[in-house]
């Protein structure tokens, strides 16, 4: 597409529910990265996709939270009996290529809200 | 431990004269230096990139300098618009998988 595509673009659940959130790359873009960006906080980075491995996961907070990507496009993260620290906007974006002077393209996130 | 520090007070200039962002961090040998813009409910979007070599880049009213001496990195906005109001992040590539980014400065350019 021309764009990196989130959905939802918001999301509330229950405190104990499991949620999944989407990434459409832009077309042919190899790399994929996951961020958290909380209420008045910095972007976190999460985790990064080359193609459908992850050679870098160090960021997912807990084992509540996992992501793939398949057919090396769309990725999903979900997270599992979410929790109110949770919430946060959830920012996917790609990149051409892989580590190095990429510029990244971000999507307008997912605002995920644990009640 | 590696740190990326942009000043988090918000800064108000006049429509017309030049803002000045400040980014500063430590504990990192980056190779290259990233600056965003984001407005509210929105991702990122890419403004300039700027390499340990050079020590100035510009596009249009935009120009970011480089000092890899002083670990510091200066983001100007020359004749500022009330358009350009938006929250500016620095962003450095510590291990070659992800880019790091400051928790930005919030900028707002008043008529």
């Known amino acids: 597409g021309a764009g990196v595509s989130q959905s939802p673009s918001n999301k509330v659940t229950e405190k104990g529910k499991d949620v999944e959130l989407r990434c459409d790359p832009i077309?042919?873009?190899?790399?994929l990265y996951w961020y958290r960006q909380s209420l008045g906080q910095g972007l976190e980075f999460l985790i990064y996709?080359?193609?459908?491995?992850?050679?870098?996961k160090s960021g997912l907070p807990s084992d509540r939270f996992s992501a793939e990507r398949t057919g090396g496009s769309v990725s999903t993260l979900t997270i599992q009996r979410t929790q109110q620290e949770d919430s946060a906007v959830y920012l996917c974006?790609?990149?051409?290529?892989?580590?190095?002077?990429?510029?990244?393209?971000f999507g307008a996130g997912s605002r995920l809200t644990v009640l | 431990s590696q740190k990326i520090e942009q000043n988090s007070e918000a800064l108000n200039i006049q429509e017309g004269k030049t803002a000045t962002l400040t980014c500063n961090y430590t504990?990192?040998?980056?190779?290259?230096l990233q600056w965003y813009r984001q407005d509210p409910g929105r991702g990122p979007v890419f403004l300039l990139l700027?390499?340990?070599?050079?020590k100035e880049k510009r596009k249009e009213r935009l120009k970011v300098t480089f000092d890899t001496t002083l670990k510091q990195s200066l983001f100007h906005i020359t004749a500022s618009q009330p358009a350009d109001s938006a929250t500016y992040l620095c962003a450095l590539d510590p291990s070659g998988y992800a880019l790091n980014f400051g928790k930005g400065t919030s900028l707002l350019v008043t008529p």
């Open positions: 077309s042919g873009h190899t790399a």
């Open positions: 700027i390499r340990e070599n050079e």
């Open positions: 974006a790609s990149s051409p290529e892989g580590p190095g002077a990429n510029v990244l393209t």
């Open positions: 996709f080359q193609g459908n491995s992850a050679p870098d």
């Open positions: 504990n990192y040998s980056p190779a290259y």
